[in-house]
């Protein structure tokens, strides 16, 4: 193996990820605001990449591309584990298709291992040159790049329909639905409008949990409330959990066993933008508290048991 192989098959990696998330964007506009809310980040990403990749292939300048690849690929392993450590499903790398990030970190780790074994070979072959690039043809080539931005995040930003508050979107809007629970206290919690057994919701002293059934540390949160949950029946005490689940949502053969709570689920036809876990403390539909984690619950929504169950 020489440095062309590795800048060779590492353009194609380029190139395919770049082809994989603009099928993603062209087919599910809201896939880009799992990326960023702004409408130019996502073409930004897909057209560096696949320009990068172009570029990996083209055997140009081989000492300046070979800085550029251990740059961008020091880049991409950082966050790949950033997504892995905060416990992401995918990396999203290639569009829709479900990539741990650790396996992304690993394959981008390697990639710097092979970068830094093999380095362009001074002096230049076959006409190569090894650190001066052509002004007029890296101008050519910039101009491209940033007219196919430009262009590509002009027409996603109005195409794609932006994402609008929960607080404001109808059952029968298929936009994106952005959620922040921060903003809800002191007011009516807005997603009764969307789940089913709302009345129930909306009576007495409720502890509400947003969850993702893929996200690591809603598994882990639903582990403690289960436990806090059991506790309180030993002490003959009972307490009102909800759990609001965000799509999308498991197969019937991944549904995990069902908790001391009352489930329902957000419709899986529209995108919920949202950061979970989140846990919301409300009385009377009305939200009073947002709380990082379960030893600041205290002893809200707890009652005697009385025969009581859950609703």
């Known amino acids: 193996m020489n440095f062309r192989v590795v800048r060779t098959v590492l353009g194609l990696v380029l190139i395919a990820a770049a082809a994989a998330k603009g099928h993603a964007l062209a087919t599910d506009p809201a896939w880009a605001d799992s990326l960023s809310s702004n409408p130019w980040v996502a073409p930004g990403v897909i057209e560096a990449e696949f320009a990068f990749g172009v570029w990996l292939l083209s055997n140009r300048a081989p000492r300046i591309t070979w800085c550029l690849m251990a740059a961008c690929f020091l880049v ?80 996603i ?66 582990a403690r409330i289960r436990e806090v949950v059991s506790g309180d029946a030993r002490r003959g005490c009972f307490r009102r959990v909800a759990r609001i689940e965000l799509p999308p949502h498991p197969a019937p053969s991944e549904s995990e066993e069902p908790g001391p709570w009352l489930s ?20 009377d539909a009305v939200v009073l508290r947002v709380v990082d984690d379960v030893p600041s619950i205290g002893d809200f929504a707890l009652t005697p048991p009385a025969g009581e169950a859950l609703p």
């Open 157 to 222: 930003a109005a195409l794609r329909p932006a994402p609008v508050p929960v607080e404001s979107a109808r059952a029968d809007d298929a936009r994106a639905v952005v959620l922040r629970p921060e903003q809800w206290i002191g007011k009516r919690l807005p997603l009764l409008a969307h789940v089913p057994n709302a009345a129930v919701l909306g009576r007495a002293d409720w502890v509400v949990v947003l969850h993702r059934h893929d996200c690591p540390h809603c598994q882990a949160l639903s």
């Open 264 to 283: 329902v689920r957000l419709s899986a036809r529209r995108t919920w933008l949202g950061t979970t876990p989140a846990i919301l403390l409300i009385r």
């Open 76 to 155: 991409l392993a950082a966050v790949a584990l950033t997504e892995a450590t905060r416990g992401a499903a995918s990396c999203r790398c290639f569009g829709k298709v479900t990539i741990s990030p650790w396996w992304t970190f690993a394959f981008d780790a390697a990639a710097l291992v092979a970068i830094g074994l093999f380095r362009p070979s001074p002096p230049a072959r076959d006409g190569e040159t090894s650190w001066s690039m052509s002004p007029r043809f890296g101008g050519v080539l910039f101009g491209a790049w940033l007219l196919a931005a430009v262009s590509g995040g002009t027409a």
